[in-house]
């Protein structure tokens, strides 16, 4: 979803601004699409990209590090969020929502969106902020 100088208040929101791009996350526990006694934990997270910059930016890939609550990691890769490779112009910004699952009942996930200025052709990464994965099933919050 693309909406032009909008900006959303997101309760246990976790952002960071790399170059202008401000990125905002906030993962929900997925009750519902969670199996805890057979040891499956899901969460969805919404993430806003907002250009607060003066150059318009294309987000090109993605990295992220999925770790879970006994310290394993795992690293994902890939082309573009949800299958798109936004623009976005000063001032414009983009909001979509994907999931991951864990193991355990806790974790945390941090990464980088690769970027092209496209009127320049200098690549560069914005930082994900690192955010918790917590669920009702942990007795003891550690992120």
Known sequence: MRTAGRRQDMTDAYSETTR???????????????QPEEGR??????????????ETVQL????????????????????????EQPVLDPGESFEYTSGTPLDTPTGFMAGAYHMLA????????????AFSLDSPHQDLRLH
């Open 118 to 129: 496209p009127a320049s052709g200098e690549s560069f990464d914005v930082t994900i902020p």
């Open 41 to 54: 934990y899901v969460w969805a997270y919404r993430v806003t990209i907002e250009n607060r910059g003066l």
């Open 60 to 83: 090109i890939s993605r990295s992220w590090h999925i770790t879970n609550g006994l310290g394993r990691a795992q690293h994902v890769h890939g082309e573009g969020v949800v299958g």
């Open 20 to 34: 202008n791009i401000r990125v905002t996350v906030r993962a929900f526990y997925l009750e519902d699409q969670s």
